[in-house]
């Protein structure tokens, strides 16, 4: 029987990241994955392929409505859809393969399969062509990520009514989509397939879009996705979705939504996106004892350690934000633990972002939180359009926002709407992981023009002095 230090289950970016960071500290370890490719839901259909889609779409986006104040004249401006989603998976492929490479620098074992644990140290690896294979390990870590909720009354077929899977991959831009949830999923794929000319509507079962961030800036954005075309039924809870077959020659299949507080809606394609489940089935978790919490999530104590002993799980198995960058950090840690004995997490400082344009960003504390904590704070405020690097990208809408603690001045969260605030928001990150104050933000040289200088403003517009405003 093959043995191994560590044996993860599941090549996502926690398991894969895992596994690098445990062979430079010395085990043997082996990772076991089902889909033939590497890198999990993020790489292979989630974060990467989304991202791919969001920059073709805002380049079409642009050549049609932006060049020509740029004095740039494109005409007869064409969408080649089969090509947009041709190099989305050739840059799928390209990352899946690095992964595959990565594994083999850092000589740890690959088993194609599916993993279930079969006993105190033992994880059997399930493959459709070849003969069941079990293998020894002194750790196992589960990795293995989530999977799309359903929603009851929502007839998901994979086709017409499908999940952000589906939506990667759409043929045709549809001529109306309805998508369900107005969280990460739906903004991202509603804003894709809005900029590509598909009429969208979102329904959303709360009085707000994207619970969690920042109101204010939910509202604001809100407002600019409404300007970009994209409708907004908030309030709206979507009780039922099914497709009616095509009637007629040349008819397409309709699909038909229905939900509380408004008259059903008929159209070509709906999007369920009201979130995510971790992936425990088949596991053989309970034979084992490892114990899920009540929302199904596997329990797991500072160490990342499960009820059972020597397995550990990280990532959207376990508890919080399901991000690809937080199973990463959970990964490290987890077998740092396990072959150093120390590890460490800080969840304040884990950013969370929404790749629309403008994109928005928050690290830390949202004020609803502060207030709710009764902690006093201050807020530095700072709009893009009294910046000049915005000013010349031409993106304006947007604004910085820095809360600090009232009588230390510590940066206790950061929010961001705005052109690239997905890349400004490390910024506040790496301020909170260090315990920076605002006054530190806005002592430190911040590189002119740049859209960084927003950052430094608004740490200044916590004491009331920035300079631009
Ligand atoms: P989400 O939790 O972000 O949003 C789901 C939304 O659906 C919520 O606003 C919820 O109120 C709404 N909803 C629930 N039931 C409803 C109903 N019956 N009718 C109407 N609305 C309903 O979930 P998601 O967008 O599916 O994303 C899933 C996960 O994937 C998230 O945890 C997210 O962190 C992650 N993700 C992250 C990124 C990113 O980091 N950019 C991108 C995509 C996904």
Avoid at 55 to 73: I, M
Avoid at 112 to 135: D, F, M
Avoid at 172 to 194: D, K, T
Avoid at 436 to 452: F, K, Q, V
């Amino acid at each position: 029987m093959p043995a191994h230090d560590l044996i993860v289950i599941g090549a996502g970016p926690g398991g894969y990241v895992a596994a690098i960071r445990a062979a430079q500290l010395g085990a043997n370890v082996a990772i076991i994955e089902k889909e033939s490719a590497l890198g999990g839901t993020c790489l292979r259909v989630g974060c990467i392929p989304s991202k791919a889609l969001l920059e073709s779409s805002e380049r079409y986006h642009a050549a049609r409505h932006e060049l020509a104040a740029h004095g740039v004249k494109v005409q007869n401006v064409q969408l080649d859809l089969a090509t947009m989603l041709k190099r989305k998976d050739e840059i799928v492929r390209g990352l899946t393969d690095g992964v595959a490479m990565l594994m083999q620098k850092n000589k740890i074992t690959r088993y194609a399969g599916h993993g279930r644990i079969s006993g105190p140290g033992q994880v059997t690896v399930e493959a459709r062509e070849t003969a069941p294979q079990t293998l020894e390990g002194r750790y196992i870590l589960i990795a293995t990520g989530s999977k799309s909720a359903p929603l009851k009354g929502v007839e998901v077929d994979g086709d017409r009514i499908g999940t952000s899977t589906e939506a990667l991959s759409f043929a045709q831009v549809p001529e109306h989509l309805v998508v369900i949830g107005a969280g990460y999923i739906g903004l991202e794929m509603g804003s894709i397939w809005r900029r590509l000319g598909a009429n969208v509507t979102v329904l959303e079962y709360l009085p707000r879009i994207l619970p969690g961030m920042d109101a204010e800036f939910a509202g604001l954005a809100q407002k600019i996705f409404e300007k970009q075309g994209i409708a907004f039924k908030l309030g709206a809870r979507v009780t039922s979705a099914r497709v009616e077959p095509a009637k007629g020659k040349n008819k397409q299949p309709i699909c038909v939504v229905e939900y509380e507080g408004g008259e059903s809606i008929r159209c070509d394609r709906v999007l369920l996106s009201v979130g995510r489940l971790p992936n425990t089935d088949g596991l053989g978790l309970d034979a084992v004892g490892v114990q899920l919490d009540e929302r199904g999530r596997i329990k797991i104590n500072e160490h990342f350690a499960t009820t059972a002993p020597s397995i550990y799980a990280i990532g959207d198995v376990i508890r919080g934000p399901m991000l690809a960058h937080k199973a990463e950090e959970e990964g490290i840690a987890a077998v740092e633990y396990l072959f150093t004995g120390y590890c460490h997490v800080n969840y304040d400082a884990i950013p969370g972002i929404v790749y629309t344009e403008p994109e928005i960003a928050a690290v830390g504390k949202t004020e609803e939180e502060l207030t709710q904590a009764g902690v006093a704070y201050r807020k530095g405020v700072f709009h893009f359009r009294g910046n000049g690097r915005a000013r010349a990208i031409g993106h304006t809408d947007g604004r910085v926002k820095i809360l600090a603690d009232a009588k230390t001045d510590r940066v206790l969260g950061a929010h961001i709407l705005g052109p690239r605030a997905g890349d400004m928001i490390a910024e506040a990150a790496v301020a909170i992981e260090f315990g920076a104050s605002a006054e530190d933000i806005a002592r430190s040289s911040h590189a002119h023009p740049t859209l960084a200088e927003c950052m430094k403003e608004a740490a200044l517009a916590v004491d009331q002095r920035a300079i631009h405003a």
